[in-house]
């Protein structure tokens, strides 16, 4: 149950980070540098391949990648707030899990709530 709590609780989770990066901007300059950084990482030459080709699957250009960039290096508090804002106006969120049925079973026990369907 713990991986449904951490879903159940992000909209809290990035309001509290939106409160942090406002005190700190510098939370905010680190956070930044992070998702570029995940997004830009150095690679092996078969690592390169391998994303050229996912990227070439998916049909994403380097114009859409850099519009991304863009968007990530603008990124303010206030736009935590919003996302966290949309996440607790959803009406009925569901998630879909995939997992052992004791795994499902613990999540009961912890009062989660789910349908369970075999697809095996």
Same mark, same amino acid.
């Given at each position: 149950a713990g991986s449904i709590d951490v879903y159940d609780n992000a909209a809290d989770a990035l309001l509290a980070s939106a409160e942090d990066m406002e005190n700190d901007p /510098? &939370? *905010? +300059? +680190?956070?930044?540098?992070?998702?570029? &950084? /995940?997004m830009d990482g150095a690679l092996?030459? /078969?690592q390169k391949g391998s994303v050229q080709f996912k990227r070439w699957l998916a049909r994403e250009s380097p114009e859409q990648r850099q519009k991304y960039r863009d968007e990530v *290096? #603008? +990124? +303010?508090? &206030?736009?935590?707030?919003?996302?966290? #804002?949309? *996440?607790? &106006?959803?009406?009925?969120?569901s998630a879909a899990v995939v997992s052992s049925k004791a795994a499902f079973e613990d999540a009961a026990k912890a009062g989660k709530e789910f349908t369970l369907k075999n697809v095996m």
């Open positions: /510098d &939370a *905010l +300059t +680190t956070a930044i540098i992070g998702a570029i &950084a /995940d092996s030459p /078969d *290096l #603008n +990124t +303010t508090p &206030a736009d935590f707030k919003v996302f966290a #804002n949309r *996440l607790k &106006a959803l009406k009925d969120p």
